[in-house]
């Protein structure tokens, strides 16, 4: 049971109007909270990229990776990621965030 630490998802579909600029700078700023929250180990992001056309309109997927939940709970408190989400919040039409304790399967060769 269990894998590797603790996984946290957000999955972003940005409002029609918001700036390429303005998704960099969000980008920039949520990965410079690895250098703020010292809880948080690790910081990726993607695009969609999938020609299934089942994203519903979700672009971006932002994860941030923990050592436990206590770790996750942590950074969610900090005063650091509260004042980033604040300053955020009005750029997003819908937001999906999933934590989850990878379960690690290995395969023989």
Request: hydrophobic letters at 40%; charged letters at 20%.
């Amino acid at each position: 049971m269990g894998g590797e630490g603790v996984k946290h998802i957000v999955l972003a579909k940005f409002k029609d109007d918001v700036s390429e600029e303005k998704i960099n700078e969000f980008i920039k700023n949520y990965s410079d909270l690895v250098n703020l929250i010292e809880p948080l180990k690790a910081f990726q992001w993607g695009t969609e990229l999938s020609a299934s056309n089942m994203d519903q309109g979700f672009s971006h997927v932002f994860e941030s990776s923990f050592e436990s939940v206590q770790g996750l709970n942590e950074f969610v408190s900090d005063s650091h990621h509260i004042a980033f989400g604040k300053s955020y919040a009005s750029i997003f039409d819908k937001l999906v965030i999933f934590d989850y304790n990878p379960t690690i399967i290995s395969y023989p060769n």
